[in-house]
């Protein structure tokens, strides 16, 4: 099992704009693809005006086969394009993460 972990950063007071066109047009089709997020989360207290999701997949090979199909729908190109025209992000980083022997994940 490994868990994709995202963060995005947005532009400052923009982060609330994101998370409503993300909730509208991004949210659907990620859960049609990939399933319900494990977990997704804004910045409350430090760095602010970001927002964290985790994805739980069976293996880097589903993972992919999973992102694969969802890069390919035509209207989730069209959402990232309306992200990337709102000008909302400044910055999206993800990294790929593996739990320890000895936590069992729910």
């Given amino acids: 099992m490994i ?3 995202r963060t995005y950063t947005a532009v400052p007071n923009k982060l609330q704009t994101f998370l409503d066109l993300y ?6 089709m ?8 494990f977990g997704f989360f ?24 999973r992102r694969g199909a969802m890069e390919a729908d035509p209207n989730w190109t069209a959402y990232r394009q309306r ?10 980083r993800n990294q790929i993460l593996k739990p320890v022997s000895f936590f069992e994940v729910k």
């Avoid at 909730?23 to 659907?28: I, M, R, S």
């Avoid at 207290?45 to 992919?64: C, M, N, P, Q, Y």
């Fill in 23 to 28: 909730e509208k047009e991004g949210l659907p």
């Fill in 3 to 5: 868990f994709d972990h």
């Fill in 42 to 65: 804004q910045s409350h207290i430090g760095d602010l005006f970001r927002t964290v999701h985790l994805w739980k997949f069976d293996s880097l090979a589903d993972r992919e086969a």
């Fill in 30 to 37: 990620q859960r049609h693809y990939l399933g319900e997020p």
């Fill in 83 to 92: 992200v990337v025209e709102a000008s909302v992000l400044t910055d999206m």
